[in-house]
């Protein structure tokens, strides 16, 4: 693989089950985030990690949690999933703080 | 906070005329600068950046962008549109005192009339 996978690539969920989003890197870059797109708001930020080991919280990080045990996966879990979740999930990568990121094709999640 | 205006939600232009994509940020230090482009069903692609030093920078498909900072400004220019520049166009703000984070604009919608 080349750059940034994930999985799956779309799903429908009921409310209140339990999702993971895995996402995987090999290009061994140490930042890597998890947004959600949605119709006329951009991408936002979710959670992401700055080096192996370390995770933060972005901008919209309420019903999501975020785990960074290696370099390369770092994947996204909704605990008990709620129709306001349903968007577009794109994870991304970068080397730095002042590098491009990099993104996956993204996870289109529906809840209902 | 930083924060990223995109005030055009669609532009449609003809296909040879010339794209302006308007971009505006927020932020009190010196900001690193995206723009990237999304096609249907696709993930984002950077077509360029400013860190620092030339305020004309140019990117991949012929695009080009302009930082002006007395207007807090980063406007994407293609001189000649080709029909496969139908996509939607983000703009993103990142600061080192800000880590890794960048705040994305909420995007503009280019349609390419035949």
């Known amino acids: 693989i080349a750059g940034i996978t994930q999985a799956p690539t779309s799903q429908i969920l009921a409310a209140g089950r339990r999702m993971t989003l895995r996402c995987t890197q090999d290009?061994?870059?140490?930042?890597m985030y998890w947004y959600r797109q949605d119709l006329g708001l951009g991408l936002r930020l979710i959670h992401y990690?700055?080096?192996?080991?370390?995770?933060g919280k972005g901008e919209v990080p309420d019903g999501y949690s975020v785990s960074r045990a290696n370099t390369d996966d770092f994947p996204l879990t909704l605990a008990s999933a709620v129709p306001s979740q349903t968007s577009v999930y794109f994870c991304?990568?970068?080397?730095?703080?002042?590098?491009?990121?990099?993104f996956g094709p993204g996870t289109r999640l529906t809840v209902l | 906070a930083q924060s990223v205006t995109q005030p055009d939600i669609h532009i449609t232009v003809s296909e040879g005329a010339s794209l302006e994509l308007r971009c505006n940020y927020s932020?009190?230090?010196?900001?690193?600068l995206f723009w990237y482009v999304q096609s249907p069903g696709q993930g984002l692609q950077l077509l360029l950046k400013y860190f620092s030093g030339d305020t004309l920078v140019q990117g991949i498909k012929g695009f080009e962008a302009e930082f002006k900072r007395s207007q807090s400004s980063f406007n994407l220019r293609k001189p000649s549109v080709h029909w496969s520049d139908a996509a939607e166009y983000f703009c993103a703000v990142g600061a080192q005192a800000a880590g890794n984070k960048l705040t994305f604009g909420g995007g503009t919608r280019v349609l390419v009339k035949p």
């Open positions: 990690s700055n080096t192996a080991g370390t995770t």
């Open positions: 290009m061994r870059h140490n930042a």
């Open positions: 932020y009190g230090a010196t900001p690193y």
């Open positions: 991304a990568s970068s080397e730095g703080p002042s590098n491009e990121q990099f």
